[in-house]
């Protein structure tokens, strides 16, 4: 890949121009990490022609901004330069990396598994505002004799005690929707939200067996969120890893024997299992949780992450018939349809246990995708075509509602065709605008919101922030027209601002934003392989990946619409107000402002911690 800043082009070489070649080697500087030949970030569709192709991109600015006008403070940030002048190679991405690395690590030390420096108080490096209280004895001589010193100052720092709940959390139980906490933020910030070991506490449940669905595990990682009385218990883990990422995963688990796995078929090319999800069984109950977050550190650390939790299901009494323990939005039909599409024996057990319980009290509806060609009413049982089903049944337009905007809010994105009628507006927004049977079709503003280069080097991991945000130079080039729609990252409400969105949102807002049609939160990322793609003349449905997400409708609350909740602190135990993570009215980019794309060099200004990007 060739670069020119200074006239503001990029060319990208035939041998590389597939957008799943990215470059392995290099031996300088930082990368995002290599994706797995299953990684999402690698789009569907026809492979590149092999011709060079050039893509305008502004020039990056040529003075970096004073330290102070960065958002957070780290030792290394006060000699930017430094690492500026003499990149050092790292991981950016650790246990990411070692699910998509085919190569071992360069020996440094650096692409090791997160859990090997993790919360039992290693090193302690960032000096962020609330550093925690060093632990005293522990790993800290291990970690240290290990492994050289890290150039870059972004070892994980230990959350003080208080990080983590002692008793039960006081949280708004009207929608169940949560936001991880962020290490690093004013405490205030952080009530009502969790961090995975608030999930998995005795304060929530008395576990017996759980299941994990994801995308991406840390097992020994994931093992220790557990608390130590249910730490044996059994964990079945959902993923989509084939091959070498397979094997390596298994090999994670080799000293817990509690842990087993289920592989989720992947039958067409380019899927993946983007499904996050946790099945809890209680002593008391059974609980499910949707979520955004990977099973690894980093997305439990300074990333902006949801979920639904919901409430604990009791078991139904003995005997119940067939229909017994349904919620008013078929959430239990609906789960036990998705879990049944994997066709997993493994599941077997779980979905036999869910029969059992009463899931009546669940107020969302379930929105997922599931690998497949669908042809006629099975059109509507995934993707956006399941969601445009949901959005006509049960929402009912309030006068002028057919004008109200769209947004869409999301950490990746895929190709979308070389304009925007292909998927985008004929397909995708045609459903995210549907309201009712009415007929009335508008087309509303569509307000995208996915970071720029500079909400990224602004953030508080700074460029590695960007490993999980991987749109690629490939794609990006080939859409140009879609930057347009563009709208940047701000959550000043909730603080989290600095805390780049691993997040998905799709939401109906009112012109004024003081109100919600409906709202979704989701793994589907802005993709036709999340979402589906319609072939054959509209006659057939094609979705390449695992997704999940729950979608909230006002009348599932008795309610017309949701009103937006302004101030989100103190937490209270229930308010109207919908939680939304990010600021409203979403802010358009700037002519200076670029949507961050993983792959190319951003070398001119130096991030929060005063590191440059240079891909590998
Ligand atoms: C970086 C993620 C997920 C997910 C999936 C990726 C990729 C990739 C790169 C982050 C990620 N894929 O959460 O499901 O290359 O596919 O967070």
């Known amino acids: 890949m060739d670069q020119d800043t200074q006239h503001g082009k990029w060319t990208v070489s035939s041998s590389e121009d597939d957008d799943e070649a990215i470059p392995l080697s290099g031996t300088t500087t930082a990368g995002p990490p290599r994706p797995a030949a299953s990684g999402h970030s690698s789009p569907p569709g026809p492979k590149l022609e092999p011709v060079a192709a050039t893509v305008e991109v502004k020039p990056e600015p040529v003075d970096p901004p004073a330290a102070s006008s960065l958002a957070v403070g780290s030792e290394a940030r006060q000699s930017p330069l430094t690492n500026q002048l003499s990149p050092v190679k790292f991981e950016t991405s650790p246990s990411l990396a070692g699910k998509r690395k085919k190569e071992p690590s360069d020996g440094s030390g650096w692409a090791l598994s997160d859990s090997d420096d993790d919360d039992d108080g290693d090193v302690k490096r960032k000096s962020l505002g609330k550093k925690a209280p060093p632990s005293p004895k522990k790993k800290k001589q291990k970690a240290e004799t290990e492994r050289p010193p890290s150039p870059y100052g972004r070892l994980y720092v230990d959350d003080p005690e208080d990080f983590f709940e002692s008793s039960v959390p006081c949280l708004d139980d009207t929608y169940r929707f949560y936001l991880t906490k962020v290490t690093g933020l004013d405490r205030k910030y952080n009530s009502g939200a969790l961090h995975i070991r608030d999930i998995l506490s005795p304060l929530f449940g008395t576990l017996k067996e759980s299941v994990q669905f994801n995308y991406c595990f840390d097992i020994a990682w994931m093992v220790k969120q557990y608390p130590s009385e249910f730490r044996d218990r059994p964990v079945l883990i959902v993923h989509g890893d084939k091959r070498e990422a397979k094997a390596r995963l298994l090999q994670q688990a080799t000293s817990y024997p509690h842990v087993r796995f289920c592989q989720a078929k992947l039958d067409i090319a380019f899927g993946t299992h983007h499904t996050k999800m946790m099945l809890l069984w209680y002593e008391e109950g059974f609980r499910v949780i949707i979520m955004t977050s990977n099973l690894i550190r980093a997305d439990w650390y300074q990333k902006t992450q949801g979920m639904w939790m919901s409430p604990v299901f009791p078991r139904l009494p003995e005997g119940s018939g067939e229909s017994a323990g349904e919620s008013p ?240 602190f103190p937490v209270s135990s229930s308010s109207s107000g919908f939680p939304v993570p990010f600021d409203l009215p979403p802010a358009c980019y700037s002519p200076e402002d670029q949507p961050w794309i993983w792959n190319i060099p951003y070398s001119q200004a130096p991030d929060t911690n005063g590191n440059i990007w240079i891909p590998s």
């Open 329 to 568: 939005t078929f959430f239990k039909r609906d789960l036990l349809e998705y879990l049944a599409s994997y066709r997993a024996p493994e599941l077997e057990e779980w979905i036999l246990r869910i029969k059992e319980h009463d899931l009546s009290e669940a107020r969302v509806y379930l929105v997922g995708s599931t690998p497949g060609r669908y042809v006629g009413s099975d059109m509507e049982r995934w993707g956006h075509l399941r969601l445009r089903k949901l959005l006509a049944a049960h929402t009912d337009p309030v006068p002028g509602e057919e004008r109200w905007p769209v947004i869409g809010q999301f950490s990746s994105i895929g190709s979308m065709g070389p304009d925007k009628t292909k998927w985008l507006t004929g397909e995708f927004q045609r459903t995210m605008t549907t309201l009712g049977n009415s007929s009335l079709r508008t087309d509303p503003p569509l307000h995208l919101v996915y970071p720029a280069v500079e909400d990224v080097r602004t953030s508080l991991e700074g460029y590695p922030a960007g490993g999980s945000l991987p749109y690629s130079v490939q794609t990006a080039q080939k859409q140009l027209w879609l930057h347009a729609f563009f709208h940047r990252w701000k959550a000043t409400a909730t603080g989290r601002s600095h805390a780049m969105p691993h997040i998905k949102t799709y939401m109906r807002a009112s012109p004024d934003f003081s109100q919600l049609a409906w709202f979704l939160v989701t793994s589907a990322n802005l993709s036709k392989a999340a979402w589906g793609a319609l072939e054959k003349k509209n006659t057939q449905v094609m979705v390449r990946s695992y997704e999940l997400g729950v979608l909230y409708v006002p009348s599932a609350f008795n309610m017309k619409t949701f009103p937006v909740q302004r101030n989100p």
